[in-house]
């Protein structure tokens, strides 16, 4: 049995930008325009804000990323749902994904299943707070053990229970999906995420929060480092503050755009 305490944030995804049909559009209705960004869900929220207006012929100086910001700064966030992103999210618990499937709109989530997946391999997400006391932190691996036992011994007796079923398959399944009752919401999970811009500032803002929940705070700020590299003019407004605990908080002056 592993504790974990840090999650793994990976980019799976990113846009691309038919380039020819952006041209093409644009020689339709007699204009020439071009962007300075290389960054897909950049140059796509851009072309949406520009549509709105039909403001090709006549830009603003200061390209993709002064655009941007004017959108930030008057709150146009509708743009923003145009830019998309994949991340698979790992070592983090289902306390995490019970919170994170909250955010509902503009957000799609695959979710390791425990119906088909044995858990008796689990590893478990350990919270700093307790890792940090050697006696809130015994007292956790002793309850986890315990959990983590009766799973696989559950798992062996109702195998045995559902041993007439003639599908293999779903003979484990029906075994895995009531032993799965005793596992605790510390269980290490993983989930594949799909977002889009506006979502994610949602979601960086809520979580990123001092008063969020530290396991998602954690994760919140994780993937803030990672937008920040891969859409700056999308994400750059964001700060990380130290807390006092050595944490950190988000932070921007364009909040609920």
């Given at each position: 049995m592993r504790i974990l305490r840090d999650p793994q944030i990976y980019l799976l995804g990113r846009q691309t930008t038919e380039q020819g049909e952006v041209d093409r559009f644009l020689s339709d209705h007699g204009v020439a325009w071009q962007t300075d960004t290389e960054v897909a869900g950049e140059h796509l929220v851009e072309v949406a804000g520009r549509v709105c207006y039909m403001s090709f012929a006549k830009p603003r100086p200061g390209g993709n990323q002064a655009y941007i910001h004017h959108i930030l700064e008057?709150?146009?966030g509708s743009v923003l749902e145009?830019?998309?992103w994949n991340f698979l999210i790992t070592g983090v618990s289902r306390s995490f994904t019970h919170e994170l499937v909250r955010h509902r709109a503009?957000?799609?989530?695959?979710?390791?299943s425990q119906r088909y997946?044995?858990?008796s391999v689990a590893e478990y997400v350990e919270p700093d707070c307790i890792a940090d006391d050697p006696a809130a932190h015994q007292i956790f691996q002793e309850t986890v053990q315990a959990a983590h036992d009766g799973y696989r011994k559950l798992v062996d007796i109702l195998s045995e229970k559902f041993a007439d079923e003639p599908d293999r398959t779903l003979r484990r399944k029906k075994a895995r999906q009531a032993a799965r009752s005793v596992l605790p919401n510390a269980t290490e999970t993983k989930i594949f995420v799909t977002?889009?811009?506006?979502?994610?500032?949602h979601f960086l803002e809520m979580r990123g929060s001092r008063h969020a929940e530290d396991e998602i705070r954690k994760v919140a700020v994780a993937m803030?480092?990672?937008?920040?590299k891969e859409s700056p003019n999308l994400?750059?407004?964001?700060?990380?503050d130290q807390l006092e605990d050595g944490t950190f908080e988000i932070s921007t002056p364009f909040r609920k755009v």
């Open positions: 008057v709150g146009h145009h830019a998309v503009g957000m799609g989530y695959s979710q390791l997946v044995d858990e977002a889009n811009g506006r979502s994610l500032r803030l480092r990672i937008l920040q994400f750059g407004d964001y700060t990380l």
